[in-house]
């Protein structure tokens, strides 16, 4: 039997995110947008918090996020100035 695919509620819960929207995605990659806010993006090592739609837009015109019908990262969130690591060895597994 597979691993059970987390969810954004889930992962907001775990990590006692106080969010009206998330979204969660293995690989931090593509995600569906952001509906509400505060909100974050997040992958198994950590998330990106945006507290606000100016924010979440401000990533898409710096280029760290493509906005459109979905969102596309194209170096994953982790690259995304002020990603919050909560899985230590991310990166070793990941890079």
Known sequence: MGKKKDTWRAF???HHLKVEHGAW?????WFHPLKAFPAFLGDEG???????????????KAGYIRIGVEINVPKGIRH????IKIMKDFEQKYD
């Open 46 to 60: 950590g998330y990106v918090w945006f507290e606000t739609k100016q924010e979440y837009e401000n990533a898409g």
């Open 80 to 83: 995304i100035p002020g990603y």
């Open 12 to 14: 907001a819960a775990r």
């Open 25 to 29: 995605r293995d690989g931090g990659a």
